[in-house]
């Protein structure tokens, strides 16, 4: 017995130290978030990133965010956090975009038809804990001040959220935990970005080694957008708009008035005000345009207000949510179906 185990000692130490390397390096593979790969790498965790991401706070922090509340870890059922919309009625929560380091509204757009999406105002939150700032360039004109804090913390960003876009209420710690879980649970894996498992063990062992990782970092990070940008546009409508008038492509139109228009004006959809398919409705909507040529590009860009009385608004689009050649687009339809032409 005794030579036996004095023969086992030195086997078991060569042992450790032969696998040492593949024994600490972590085990990624190109389902990995890429959060957690970079964290690894040295990238500093941000201070609003979820504190428990088991799969009972992320279920409940999905349930925030498609049906607007839940059960609370006490077992009460939550408070609705808006009574007006659910946060999807703005926000899809899958890839919206075909190449993730570029915000195109015709290419999304496309990739939507494709994909059966809603063309909505609010950016995906699918990867939304990859990005680094949060209510970017444009949008300090719509909140002011409010969007200070919300520009490099994602928490504040879903506060301003919920208490603005939304006209609801701010949440409580366990909610937006349970929410940023949920995001973390719907952020890019490396196959998302193009990497495979063979990449994904290279982060592993330079994980595994104590050396400088921002070279791997950057190369990371360069195959998605750290924030989505964000323009507001302001033009001379009038001057604009003759420039364009008359070029819009109707089939395109029709995507975005299906896509994105009845996303909220249908029946069972977050506007009281419906926008059908029959002749009659194209028509009272191509009334519009006798008062006004340009009400569209209007309304597209400015959104409408909440109301006294009645909160539900329209968020409006950014040049990067939807161009003025979309815009022309969509009037082409509505007046070809209205029996116009144009
Ligand atoms: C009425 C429409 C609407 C609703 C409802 C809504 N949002 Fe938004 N949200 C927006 C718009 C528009 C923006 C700014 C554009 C964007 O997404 O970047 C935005 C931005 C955000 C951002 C920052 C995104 C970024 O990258 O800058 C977060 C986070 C967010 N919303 C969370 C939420 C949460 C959580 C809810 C539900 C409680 C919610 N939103 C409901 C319209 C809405
Ligand atoms: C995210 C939801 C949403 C989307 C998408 C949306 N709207 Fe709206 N829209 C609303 C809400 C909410 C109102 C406010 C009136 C109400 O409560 O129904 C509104 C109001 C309007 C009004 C004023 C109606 C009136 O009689 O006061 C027009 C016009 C309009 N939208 C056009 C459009 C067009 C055109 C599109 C597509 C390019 C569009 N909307 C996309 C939510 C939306």
Redesign the pocket.
């Known amino acids: 017995m005794k030579r036996l185990i004095i023969g086992f000692i030195p086997l078991a130490l060569i042992a450790t130290f032969a696998f040492r390397p593949t024994s600490t390096a972590p085990a990624f593979t190109a389902a990995t978030k890429v959060n957690d790969v970079l964290f690894a790498l040295g990238d500093p965790v941000p201070k609003w990133f979820p504190k428990d991401v088991s799969a009972e706070n992320i279920q409940r922090g999905k349930e ?2 498609l049906e ?1 509340r839940t059960t609370a870890p006490d077992g009460k059922r939550s408070k609705y ?2 009574v ?8 899809n929560n899958v890839i919206e975009d075909p190449l993730l380091t570029v915000s195109n509204p015709q290419d999304r757009l496309e990739y939507a038809r494709e994909h059966q999406l809603p063309f ?6 699918y990867g ?1 804990t990859n ?1 680094e ?4 360039d444009d ?1 300090y004109k719509k909140y002011g001040d409010l969007v200070e804090p ?1 520009a490099d913390d ?1 928490s504040e ?2 506060q ?3 208490s603005e ?4 209420r701010p ?1 409580v710690d366990w909610e937006m935990d349970a ?1 940023l879980a949920y ?1 973390y649970s719907i952020s890019y894996t490396l196959s998302d970005i193009g990497f495979n498992d063979s990449d994904a063990q290279r982060f592993a062992t330079l994980a595994a080694a104590d050396a400088d990782n921002s070279a791997v970092i950057a190369e990371i990070k360069s195959r998605y957008s750290l ?2 940008p ?1 323009t507001f546009e302001e033009p001379p409508y009038d001057i604009y708009w003759d420039q364009l008038n008359g070029k819009g492509n109707p089939e395109n139109g029709k995507l975005v008035y299906e896509l994105s228009c009845q996303a909220c004006h249908k029946p069972t959809g ?1 506007s009281d005000v419906v926008f059908g398919d029959n002749k009659q409705d194209f028509k009272a909507m191509s009334r519009w345009f006798d008062k006004n040529n340009w009400w569209l590009l209007q309304v597209v860009r400015h959104g409408t207000h909440p109301a006294p009385g009645h909160k ?5 689009y ?1 040049t990067e ?1 939807m161009s003025n050649i979309m815009v022309e687009d969509l009037k082409a339809y509505i007046l070809q179906q209205a029996g116009k032409g144009s």
């Open positions: 925030i965010i607007g956090v808006s007006y919309y659910m946060c999807t009625s703005c926000h909505l105002q609010g950016t995906t939150f939304i990005r700032s949060w209510y970017n949008y919300a994602l960003a879903v301003l959220c919920a876009c939304a006209q609801g949440l929410v995001y924030k989505s964000a977050v539900p608004y329209m968020p409006l950014t949510r």
